[in-house]
Structures are given as C-alpha cells and as structure tokens.
C-alpha cells in the first residue's frame, strides 16, 4: 500500500491534470476527457494518469495525440502546483475499465437470458422417471394374526 504522501501526491496531480485539460489545454484534437485515476510510484518520480474519452476511436486517437503534446505543459504547471522538488514524468493511459465494465454487464445480461430460458424449461418439462425418485421406507401394515402368539414361534 502506498505511502499517505505518494497517495496525496497522486490525488494532487489528479486535481491539476483535470483543471489543466479544462482550462488551459487548448488542442482542438482534445475530446471529452475524464481523468479517472493517478498512480504514482513509491519514489514520486513516475505518475501513471488513467484518462477515458466520450466518443469513437478516432476521438480517441486524437486525445492521445493532444495529451501527448501537452505533456510538458502539464508537467510543469504540476510541479508549480506540488511545490516539490522533483516533478514526476507523466504517462498517460487509457483507461480500460468502461469497455471492461461493459463487457461484463454484456456477460451478465446473456447469462440472465440463458437461465430465464432454463427455467421457462423447468416449468414445462417433465419428470422422465417418478416425481421423488428418492427410495422410502415401505409402511408395514399390521397383520391381525400378529395379536396372536403363535405356538412354534420361538420368539414367544
């Protein structure tokens, strides 16, 4: 687990990274960004900023190419804004996490499909054998010659 000061450095960069690409980032390639996560190594020098981007792969494409150009841009205005003495490098990733989370909810939605049809099944099928397969113990019914005691019966 990182350290409370790379964590707050990380939250930090998070905060100037988004207003930089709202504000002062002016790249007519830059789409609809959204800075969904940093993480910065143990010694502050490399900070990984998780970006997602509203539209098609060419708007995604493009918004790689414009945040790479900007990179030195925004790294210099995080170093005024974190006062530190050495300014970590800044790659920029896209985040896979909402084509990932779509994926799944995908998944999710056949196998609900799937197991409405098994049990749309279930409730027209029938048994193929007995309805309780299950063996019971047989009911003996007493005999009424067992009231009495039979004379070559060694039991008695």
Sequence with gaps: MASPRVRKIADRI????????ERRVKDPRLGFVTVTDVRVSGDTQHASIFYTVLGEESD???????????RGLIRSEVGKQLGIRQVPTLEFIRDALPETAREIDDLLERVRAADAETARRAAEGSYAGEADPYRKPREIEPDEDDD????DDPRA
């Design 14 to 21: 998070k905060v100037v990274v988004a207003e930089m690409l």
């Design 60 to 70: 995604l494409e493009g918004t790689a190419a414009a945040l790479e150009s900007a």
């Design 148 to 151: 009495e005691l039979d004379e």
